[in-house]
């Protein structure tokens, strides 16, 4: 049996392709990089929509229903905010989200795009002690995102944040995907099916590495060293964050796409500097992991420029994984809705190799 489904096609995919071999991410016929810093989110939606939703609108409609939706979501989840609060950030999203409609139309994919935006700035600011900001039905999402985050964005930093959206939007089949297919094929909802999907990004092998990696780089910056923090780090058996990635054998594509997002940013926010004290970082740990571990190619991830982007744009740490959900929502709807139309019941095989009863003559 393969290790973890490793090499198992479990699907067929109009959506997303990723090449570990080459290092190329192809999202619907399109390269990473004809659509980072090129393309808006919206427009990556109605990409990844197209063809699964009968009434989808063009792109200026699309945002506009992406804006009424926001509202919606807000209405809706405001008399929760409350409860949520206490919980942890992510944990207070996923429960927010809960409460949405569980059906298959339009209007409910809309909801759950809007939905992260939405709870994550609220309930930051209820974790400050500020009161949430309603949506802007008329602004662009990722700008109205950071809005109700800071009561004002910057274009410059609207801009990152879209595209940070836009690049994280699918990836693939990874676990978070897959369990979203596994719950759309028994035809539940599209609610149901994208909550198995926060559900498999919460752990922190797939979507918790971010946050990791601002603590790295804090505590990397207190040492003065970078080479032999690292490098005890790794005698010690942990896990460098931010690199390395079970597809890939090369450099993530993503994280060359996010950190030309960093460096455009120039000096704002003291992000110029922090780049280039990253850019550090990175070139010493991958000499570090180069040594250590001769056997392998363990290159740069998207989680090492993800967590300074994230970072640059105002999210604390905590939030770094409610913002990946944010963007790759879009991919789970629509790799529930293809998983949907297949009409066919994800139903692997197990192997027992536990103890056999004696049977009776």
Not at 131 to 141: E, F, L, R, W, Y
Not at 190 to 196: D, E, R, V, W
Request: hydrophobic fraction near 45%; charge should be negative.
């Amino acid at each position: 049996m393969a290790n973890g489904l490793d090499d198992v096609v479990a699907a067929d995919t109009v959506l997303s392709d990723v090449d570990g071999v080459g290092g190329h991410l192809t999202i619907r016929g399109h390269s990473l990089a004809e659509l980072a810093g090129r393309w808006r989110y919206t427009q990556v939606v109605r990409l990844l929509f197209d063809g699964f939703f009968d009434d989808l609108p063009r792109d200026a409609e699309l945002e506009k229903a992406i804006g009424k939706a926001r509202l919606e979501v807000f209405d809706r989840v405001k008399p929760l905010l409350a409860q949520l609060a206490p919980l942890d950030i992510y944990s207070g999203m996923r429960a927010g989200m809960a409460v949405l409609p569980d059906g298959d139309g339009l209007a409910d994919a809309l909801r759950l795009i809007a939905a992260p935006a939405v709870l994550t700035p609220a309930l930051l600011r209820l974790g400050r002690g500020e009161t949430p900001i309603a949506p802007d039905a008329k602004a662009d999402h990722a700008g109205d995102m950071l809005r109700m985050l800071a009561g004002a964005a910057s274009p410059a930093l609207a801009k990152a944040l879209d595209s940070y959206l836009v690049t994280v939007c699918d990836h693939g089949l990874n676990a978070s995907t897959f369990a979203t297919r596994v719950v759309a094929s028994t035809q539940a909802g599209l609610t149901s099916a994208i909550l198995a999907g926060l559900g498999a990004l919460k752990g922190p092998l797939h979507g918790g590495a971010p946050g990791p990696v601002i603590e790295m780089l804090d505590a990397i910056e207190a040492s003065g060293d970078a080479t032999a923090w690292l490098s005890n780090e790794i005698a010690h058996g942990e896990r460098i964050m931010g690199f390395g990635h079970r597809i890939y054998r090369v450099r993530d594509p993503r994280a060359d796409a996010l950190k030309a997002v960093v460096r455009q940013l120039g000096s704002r926010n003291e992000t110029g500097s922090r780049l280039a004290f990253a850019e550090t970082v990175e070139q010493a740990a991958l000499d570090v992991l180069r040594i250590a571990k001769p056997q392998r190619s363990i290159q740069t991830n998207v989680e090492f420029y993800t967590a300074l982007l994230l970072e640059a744009v105002g999210f604390p740490k905590e939030a770094f994984s409610n913002v990946f959900a944010a963007g790759r929502v879009a991919g789970w709807v629509a790799h529930a809705r293809e998983q949907q139309a297949t009409g066919r019941l994800i139903r692997p095989q197990s192997r027992y190799v536990g103890p056999v009863p004696d049977l009776v003559a």
